[in-house]
T-cell receptor, first 112, second 116 residues
């Protein structure tokens, strides 16, 4: 079936540095999402993105977070600067219009 | 806000036994949300198992069933006879679908271990 690819699967970053998480969504999808899961907790919605714009974001989507999909390529989540509490698994997802949401395997971010 | 509560794992069952994972929801942003079960098999990404968008209806897939009960706000997942390949983490979720897409609210996930 359709695949959402996330690279890399694990990233370690020093606190205060910038990190960009990359996602290659399903090719004809129009909606893009990021979710965050802290170890032992629920997967939580961060943001969704459509037609080049953030449509909705949660309170977890701090000012240090930004998303973009330049030229229809990778959908990225940038955190600048990173904080210890940003350590989590970040899941990218995509969907067409009101259809099934497909998820990637996640990128584990460790901030040290 | 919206929330989903499901059976805490791990749940261990023997092959050919029945399985039920309880799920209840609270939806404040929408009266009748869409309800989902997602599954993550070992080494794989999260994938949709089944969904129901109409209260009172039942969804089924791969031998699993779940009925959307708006009176009890529940969406329990059941399978009459599990196989070792059903070992996975199961997530109950609800969604509000609007022009901004599908925003999913997940439960914490239930790890199921099926003994051969």
């Amino acid at each position: 079936g359709p695949k959402v690819l996330q690279i890399p699967s694990h990233q370690i970053i020093d606190m205060g540095q910038m990190v960009t998480l990359n996602c290659d969504p399903v090719s004809n999808h129009l909606y893009f999402y990021w979710y965050k899961q802290i170890l032992g907790q629920q997967m939580e919605f961060l943001v969704n993105f459509y037609n080049g714009k953030v449509m909705e974001k949660s309170k977890l989507f701090k000012d240090q977070f930004s998303v973009e999909r330049p030229d229809g390529s990778y959908f990225t989540l940038k955190i600048q600067p990173t904080a210890l509490e940003d350590s989590a698994v970040y899941f990218c997802a995509s969907s067409f219009i009101n259809t099934e949401v497909f998820f990637g395997k996640g990128t584990r971010l460790t901030v040290v | 806000g919206d929330s989903v509560t499901q059976t805490e794992g791990p749940v261990t069952v023997s092959e050919s036994e029945s399985l039920i994972i309880n799920c209840t929801y609270s939806a404040t942003s929408i009266a009748y949300p869409n309800l989902f079960w997602y599954v993550r098999y070992p080494g794989e990404g999260l994938q949709l198992l089944l969904k129901v968008i109409t209260a009172g209806q039942k969804g089924s897939s791969r031998g699993f069933e779940a009925t959307y009960n708006k009176e009890t706000t529940s969406f329990h997942l059941q399978k009459a006879s599990v196989q070792e390949s059903d070992s996975a983490v199961y997530y109950c979720a609800l969604a509000m679908t609007n022009s901004a897409g599908n925003k999913l609210t997940f439960g914490i996930g239930t790890r199921v271990l099926v003994r051969p």
